[in-house]
């Protein structure tokens, strides 16, 4: 009696239900760790997609004073290069908008009507010609003419195009030529912009 008490057998029903539990917890959180990796890099794919097109890429800390601040006047409108029939183009809009002058500041710009804008959140971007106008260009490209073909006969010479983007209710992106020339797309125009003024110099601190 005193031997069974002094090497006792070994109670394995708990341990092996205690090791199983284990084993099984440590399966189910590599499944989960490999599920979020593939869930990760699947959701990366589309970002990393759009990089390699090079239509949109974010400048952060850009101030909208480097080239677009100042004040403007519309000086011309043509047809947008998708028009390809007749009653596309919003005339009466053309008659009001061109000649008029638009004010583009830190906290508002200000213009007619629905360039005027009183909560501007801007971000300067650059795009390639085939992200200019949303994608316009890029949707019109084919084997015959690319989109930076159609980019450079409108005027852009740089690659890639610094652009405004007001974030107000128009949505309007103001595409840079230089730093005196801007061009914006509106209901299948396109309008022109001179400058008429430059944006009042920083003050020193």
């Given at each position: 009696?005193q031997?069974?008490?002094?090497?006792?057998?070994?109670?394995?029903g708990?341990?092996?239900?205690?090791?199983?539990?284990?084993a099984?917890?440590?399966?189910?959180?590599?499944?989960a760790?490999?599920?979020?990796?593939?869930?990760?890099?699947?959701?990366?794919?589309?970002?990393?997609a759009g990089?390699?097109?090079?239509?949109?890429?974010?400048?952060?800390?850009i101030d909208?004073?480097d080239?677009?601040?100042?004040?403007?006047k519309?000086?011309?409108?043509?047809?947008?290069p998708?028009?390809?029939?007749?009653?596309?183009i919003?005339?009466?809009?053309v008659k009001?908008?061109?000649?008029?002058?638009?004010?583009?500041?830190k906290?508002?710009?200000?213009?007619?009507?629905?360039?005027?804008?009183?909560?501007?959140?801007?971000?300067?971007?650059?795009?390639?010609?085939?992200?200019?106008?949303?994608?316009?260009l890029g949707?019109?490209?084919?084997?015959?003419?690319?989109?930076?073909?159609?980019?450079?006969?409108?005027?852009?010479?740089?690659?890639?195009?610094?652009s405004?983007?007001?974030g107000?209710?128009?949505?309007?992106e103001?595409h840079?030529i230089?730093?005196?020339?801007?061009?914006?797309?509106?209901?299948?125009?396109?309008?022109?912009?001179?400058?008429?003024r430059?944006a009042?110099?920083?003050s020193?601190?």
């Open positions: 009696m031997a069974l008490f002094e090497n006792p057998k070994p109670q394995r708990p341990a092996l239900a205690i090791a199983l539990f284990a099984l917890c440590t399966s189910a959180t590599v499944g760790q490999s599920a979020a990796a593939g869930t990760g890099e699947a959701s990366a794919a589309p970002a990393e990089a390699r097109r090079g239509t949109m890429n974010i400048q952060p800390g909208t004073t080239r677009f601040s100042g004040g403007w519309i000086a011309t409108s043509e047809a947008a998708w028009v390809d029939k007749p009653g596309m919003e005339e009466s809009e009001r908008l061109v000649g008029a002058n638009v004010e583009i500041s906290k508002r710009i200000d213009g007619p009507a629905p360039l005027a804008c009183r909560m501007p959140h801007y971000e300067v971007k650059r795009y390639s010609a085939e992200g200019l106008f949303e994608g316009g949707e019109i490209a084919d084997a015959k003419i690319s989109a930076d073909q159609i980019a450079t006969k409108l005027g852009f010479k740089a690659r890639p195009i610094p405004l983007v007001t107000c209710e128009a949505e309007i103001y840079a230089d730093n005196d020339h801007l061009i914006f797309a509106l209901n299948n125009s396109l309008y022109r912009l001179t400058r008429t430059a009042p110099a920083a020193k601190p």
